[in-house]
């Protein structure tokens, strides 16, 4: 049973930066990808980053590039997506999603994500 425990949300005012955490357990992580993705009061989940455990690679969405950070500690288990120049526009609660066979191809389709944590909210003020 894979479990996503996220945690690190919060109110923060715009120009701000936090750090978002998502512990794994219950598998074998080293071949999954994890990824970040939101969604916003009234709009559909959108992807976010992602990253390959195994190989470190790292995908971003347009609209986070150059404020986003997504790394990861595989001793761990821990994936963490530093958000910095946080804007109104990235107000939304954030999931953490793991799965095995992600490819480049689906690497932002949140279709393809088998397990989800909670979520957790973030809240930029302007």
């Known amino acids: 049973q894979v479990q996503l425990v996220e945690s690190g949300g919060g109110l923060v005012q715009a120009g701000g930066s936090l750090r978002l955490s998502c512990a794994a357990s219950?598998?074998?992580?080293?071949?999954?990808?994890m990824g970040w993705f939101r969604q916003a009061p009234g709009k559909e989940r959108e992807f976010v980053a992602a990253i390959r455990l195994n190989r470190g690679s790292t995908y971003y969405a347009d609209s986070v590039k150059g404020r986003f950070t997504i790394s990861r500690d595989n001793a761990k288990n821990t994936v963490y997506l530093q958000m910095n120049s946080l804007k109104p526009e990235d107000t939304a609660v954030y999931y953490c999603a793991a799965d095995p066979a992600i490819t480049i191809l689906t690497i932002a389709d949140v279709d393809e994500y088998d397990y989800w944590g909670q979520g957790t909210q973030v809240t930029v003020s302007s």
């Open positions: 219950g598998r074998t992580f080293s071949n999954y990808a």
